[in-house]
């Protein structure tokens, strides 16, 4: 009787650590559950803490949208390995825990200061599988930070808005889609300058 007690009081410990205790989330979301949602925003707020030398911070940036985004676009085998990575760190700590006082608790139930500990951790580790996992990890979090546009604005890289004007070329083809019904003009395309659109067509004959 008391090892099926024991059991039973594991799985339930474990239940409430894999599942229970979460915050709701603030934004549905199309593929993240609340658990993920919550290591995104702990593991975003360490990587990119408020700062001056920043734009923006993690919260700010929105990285669990953006994770959100990211996974329901990938194949169904590449984003079980992503959710099976962020499931990885947030339950790591129970081998590899955080210093101090409850560094056995989630990785989102941390302190700052001990996820930071914990990722350092993660970095300086003799096993390259460790690195190599923190390293993805990041991977998915900065192209999410540097994509966002504050953060491409303080880089110079924000996309520009470039208003194409329409020349007469573009009345020769339908619409894409469409089909040759579509055209607008079917005869002769008068252009700005009076130069033939297309020599020995649309000029006339001497």
Not at 103 to 123: C, D, I, N
Not at 176 to 198: F, K
Request: net charge neutral; hydrophobic share 45%; aromatic share 10%.
């Amino acid at each position: 009787m008391s090892v099926w007690l024991l059991l039973i009081g594991l799985g339930l410990l474990g239940f409430w650590r894999a599942w229970a205790g979460y915050p709701a989330d603030d934004k549905p979301r199309a593929v993240l559950a609340r658990r993920e949602t919550a290591f995104v925003r702990a593991a975003a707020e360490v990587l990119f803490p408020p700062s001056e030398e920043l734009p923006l911070s993690g919260a700010q940036a929105d990285l669990p949208g953006y994770a959100d985004g990211y996974l329901a676009d990938l194949p169904a085998r590449q984003r079980g390995l992503v959710r099976a990575l962020f499931a990885l760190f947030e339950h790591a700590t129970l081998i590899w825990p955080g210093p101090g006082l409850g560094g056995f608790k989630r990785f989102s139930s941390l302190s700052p200061e001990q996820r930071l500990a914990v990722l350092r951790a993660w970095e300086g580790s003799r096993s390259s599988l460790r690195r190599m996992c923190l390293t993805a990890l990041k991977a998915v979090l900065i192209l999410g930070y540097v994509g966002h546009p504050e953060s491409l604005a303080a880089l110079g890289l924000a996309p520009w808005k470039i208003d194409s004007p329409k020349v007469g070329a573009d009345f020769l083809y339908p619409p894409i889609g469409q089909g040759p019904d579509a055209i607008l003009h079917t005869g002769r395309v008068e252009t700005g300058g009076g130069a033939p659109l297309i020599p020995r067509v649309d000029q006339e004959s001497a």
